[in-house]
């Protein structure tokens, strides 16, 4: 399979990936495993409910800071 990327993504993996100090390949692989293998590996629905539930959720890939989660940090 090969994906072509807009110059703007591949830009920002690029960056990214420079960042975390890896390839552009090795991120975008280890980002479409842990969206699609290591969900359906961790998340099996035992009922009906469960499932509901875990098609309700949304990963957004973005983590608050302690400062953001504060009684303080939430009133900001």
């Not at 280890?30 to 290591?38: C, G, P, Q, Y």
């Not at 099996?44 to 990963?59: C, I, K, Q, S």
Request: proline share 3%; net charge negative; hydrophobic share 35%.
């Amino acid at each position: 399979m090969s994906i072509t990327l807009t110059p703007e993504l591949e830009q920002a993996v690029a960056k990214e990936a420079e960042r975390r100090g890896t390839t552009p390949e090795s991120l975008i692989l280890d980002t479409l495993h842990a969206l699609f293998v290591s969900t359906q590996e961790s998340l099996e629905a035992r009922d009906e409910w469960e499932a509901n539930l875990l098609r309700a959720g949304t990963d957004c890939q973005v983590s608050l800071s302690h400062e953001a989660l504060s009684s303080e940090g939430l009133y900001e």
